[in-house]
């Protein structure tokens, strides 16, 4: 089988590797589980070391070492997606990045609305596992239908949020108003994420299927990791502005 254009960087390894060279879904799931190990405990230790060793008097030190991790977590997805052979190195520099990302992201919303980090991470396992059923059952398929779909959600999530951002800064719509749009919105991006994680398990099953180096193992699971770091950001946004309408009527 000739691989699609979507997976048309796959590298095949049919015919200068052995079966234990190749990758498997067990490697991808052990490399996978490791980047989502690394991350949690990164998260975790940030949540908890952040607020005991900076203040308002080092504020600056700590948005300096943000944005190094945004741009860190930035170029490691892109080089390690890009080249297999590099995958393994930036995939880990990538999930220590994100991990302290998410991490302050966790935290500060913590302060806000106890327990929606928990409730993030529970709802993003569970969607993983409900999509990855889906996915291996043959009930959803990654293809150029499900692509259209997800480009035309994030080009309608796009222009509605623009469309918002005026209203609301020109004073057309009231504070209730922008929280149900924003609401859909959230909803509409979260949707997307849920369609690119489908295509992170598609390119896992083309690069067993084409018998590619194993090296591309950790290009897959970086993959489905920044899915689901893009997957539990998204649930943090509708879960905040969930909360953000409930208190508004109560």
Do not use: C
């Amino acid at each position: 089988m000739r691989p699609t254009p979507l997976f048309s960087k796959i590298e095949t390894g049919a015919a200068t590797y052995d079966v234990s060279d190749k990758a498997s879904y067990k490697g991808i799931a052990l490399k996978t589980s490791l980047l989502f190990l690394i991350t949690v405990l990164t998260a975790v230790a940030t949540i908890v070391t952040v607020p005991k060793v900076f203040d308002g008097n080092n504020i600056g030190v700590l948005i300096a070492g943000l944005i190094i991790a945004g741009i860190a977590a930035l170029v490691s997805a892109l080089v390690g997606r890009l080249s297999y052979r590099l995958a393994m190195p930036f995939s880990i520099i990538y999930s220590f990045a994100m991990g302290f990302l998410l991490g302050f992201i966790s935290a500060i919303v913590e302060l806000a609305v106890p327990g929606i980090a928990m409730t993030a991470v529970i709802a993003t396992l569970i969607i993983f596992g409900i999509m990855l059923l889906l996915f291996f059952t043959g009930v959803i398929k990654a293809g150029n239908k499900l692509m259209a779909i997800g480009l035309g959600l994030l080009l309608g999530a796009v222009s509605i949020s623009l469309f918002t951002f005026i209203m609301y800064w020109t004073g057309v719509i009231q504070t209730t108003q922008y929280l149900w749009l924003l609401l859909l919105i959230d909803a509409i991006y979260l949707l997307y994420a849920v369609i690119m994680l489908t295509f992170n398990f598609a390119e896992a099953a083309m690069v067993v299927k084409l018998g590619a180096a194993k090296n591309a193992e950790w290009s897959v699971s970086l993959g489905i990791m920044s899915a689901l770091a893009y997957i539990y950001i998204e649930l943090l946004r509708v879960l905040l502005v969930i909360a953000s309408i409930v208190g508004n009527h109560s």
